[in-house]
């Protein structure tokens, strides 16, 4: 084993760890989605006194690469529950009014994050979690801006919160609101983040309405390559601005030359991952793949995601975030909202 390898072997060990007793507590407790305990399990041992010197000492590289590289494999398997048949078979007014509601979450939120003054990326990461698919959505636009765990670890955080308490709430306000069994299916599919928070919220009202919510779901799901593009070709630009004022990258009066960013340092117009999340779309629309095949995948994107949010989890830092996270905590509030009420009005006229 070389050195490189024991560097980060033990973080993955660990995470490969509480991914097993995330899938305990699962398989005892099934309403509660796999990917949030293993998000939990991360924050809880980011906050142990005991554990803490150990989680940024010898395991923090191995949680690293499970947060970064684990997360983008994770992505890339994701493609293979999406079928462009499945979304074709909702109709036009569906497919149309989910796709505003991904857009009009992620620019109300990214408003809003930038207008209560949030630091950094996290205006940009909390919006594309909201707006699209929750946790991985926000470790795969991390990847593209070169986010640091740290900085991911509070959208990460909200959107679980948020997550897991949609759970609990969109159920009592089901018949309240006069909605059908089908009705509270597409409700869920557009207004809830996670996959997972999807099918534990939907399953309430029967196979159908799950069915339905997983369709619509995945249909925000797809929106991803197109804004995680978007975003890497604006960092692209951006980041090919020189340092001096004019952006010529001239030489400075002091006749050295002004720094700039090369073609290497930029992030691809389409990174390697949602290329490869595209390709295995495309793959699970157009060839008849095997039962076992699909289950396999399903598996494996299952483990690897939950690795990487456990080593998201572990970068939280609950004394800071109730200190300074007082900001995000309403944005992320704010923008729950935003989509619930977006979701409610797409399912009253469709």
């Given at each position: 084993?070389?050195?490189?390898?024991?560097?980060?072997?033990?973080?993955?060990?660990?995470?490969?760890?509480?991914?097993?007793?995330?899938?305990?507590?699962?398989?005892?407790?099934?309403?509660?989605?796999?990917?949030?305990?293993?998000?939990?399990?991360?924050?809880?041992?980011?906050?142990?006194?005991?554990?803490?010197?150990?989680?940024?000492?010898?395991?923090?590289?191995?949680?690293?690469?499970?947060?970064?590289?684990?997360m983008r494999l994770g992505v890339v398997l994701l493609?293979?529950?999406?079928?462009?048949?499945?979304?074709?078979?909702?109709?036009?007014?569906?497919i149309t009014t989910t796709v505003l509601i991904v857009?009009?979450?992620?620019?109300?939120?990214?408003?809003?994050?930038?207008?209560?003054?949030?630091?950094?990326?996290?205006?940009?990461?909390?919006?594309?979690?909201?707006?699209?698919?929750?946790?991985?959505?926000?470790?795969?636009?991390?990847?593209?801006?070169?986010?640091?765990?740290?900085?991911?670890?509070?959208?990460?955080?909200?959107?679980?919160?948020?997550?897991?308490?949609?759970?609990?709430?969109?159920?009592?306000?089901?018949?309240?609101?006069?909605?059908?069994?089908?009705?509270?299916?597409?409700?869920?599919?557009?207004?809830?983040?996670?996959?997972?928070?999807?099918?534990?919220?939907?399953?309430?009202?029967?196979?159908?309405?799950?069915?339905?919510?997983?369709?619509?779901?995945?249909?925000?799901?797809?929106?991803?390559?197109?804004?995680?593009?978007?975003?890497?070709?604006?960092?692209?630009?951006?980041?090919?601005?020189?340092?001096?004022?004019?952006?010529?990258?001239?030489?400075?009066?002091?006749?050295?030359?002004?720094?700039?960013?090369?073609?290497?340092?930029?992030?691809?117009?389409?990174?390697?991952?949602?290329?490869?999340?595209?390709?295995?779309?495309?793959?699970?629309?157009?060839?008849?793949?095997?039962?076992?095949?699909?289950?396999?995948?399903?598996?494996?994107?299952?483990?690897?995601?939950?690795?990487?949010?456990?080593?998201?989890?572990?970068?939280?830092?609950?004394?800071?975030?109730?200190?300074?996270?007082?900001?995000?905590?309403?944005?992320?509030?704010?923008?729950?909202?935003?989509?619930?009420?977006?979701?409610?009005?797409?399912?009253?006229?469709?």
């Amino acid at each position: 084993m070389s050195r490189v390898d024991r560097v980060w072997i033990w973080g993955i060990a660990a995470a490969a760890g509480a991914t097993l007793v995330a899938w305990a507590v699962h398989s005892i407790v099934p309403a509660v989605p796999l990917l949030t305990v293993a998000v939990v399990l991360g924050i809880v041992v980011g906050q142990l006194p005991v554990l803490r010197p150990a989680v940024t000492g010898v395991l923090k590289p191995g949680l690293s690469v499970a947060a970064k590289r684990l997360m983008r494999l994770g992505v890339v398997l994701l493609g293979l529950k999406l079928s462009l048949v499945d979304i074709a078979g909702l109709g036009w007014l569906t497919i149309t009014t989910t796709v505003l509601i991904v857009i009009l979450t992620f620019f109300g939120t990214l408003w809003l994050g930038r207008r209560m003054g949030l630091p950094g990326h996290q205006p940009l990461l909390i919006a594309t979690g909201f707006a699209i698919c929750g946790a991985s959505a926000i470790g795969a636009m991390s990847g593209v801006v070169k986010a640091k765990d740290e900085e991911t670890a509070t959208p990460v955080a909200l959107v679980t919160l948020c997550g897991t308490l949609a759970i609990g709430v969109l159920p009592l306000l089901w018949h309240p609101l006069g909605l059908t069994d089908l009705q509270f299916g597409h409700w869920v599919g557009a207004g809830v983040h996670d996959v997972g928070q999807v099918v534990a919220t939907a399953q309430i009202a029967g196979t159908a309405a799950l069915a339905v919510a997983v369709v619509v779901k995945l249909t925000r799901v797809l929106m991803l390559a197109p804004i995680v593009a978007s975003v890497a070709v604006y960092e692209r630009r951006r980041q090919a601005v020189a340092v001096s004022p004019a952006g010529t990258g001239l030489p400075q009066s002091d006749g050295t030359a002004a720094a700039t960013t090369t073609a290497a340092g930029r992030p691809p117009v389409l990174p390697l991952f949602v290329a490869g999340f595209l390709a295995l779309v495309l793959v699970r629309t157009l060839v008849p793949l095997p039962p076992a095949v699909l289950g396999a995948a399903d598996l494996a994107q299952t483990v690897l995601l939950a690795m990487a949010l456990f080593g998201l989890g572990t970068a939280v830092r609950l004394g800071s975030l109730l200190r300074t996270g007082g900001r995000a905590l309403g944005v992320g509030l704010a923008s729950w909202l935003l989509i619930a009420v977006l979701a409610l009005g797409a399912v009253l006229i469709s």
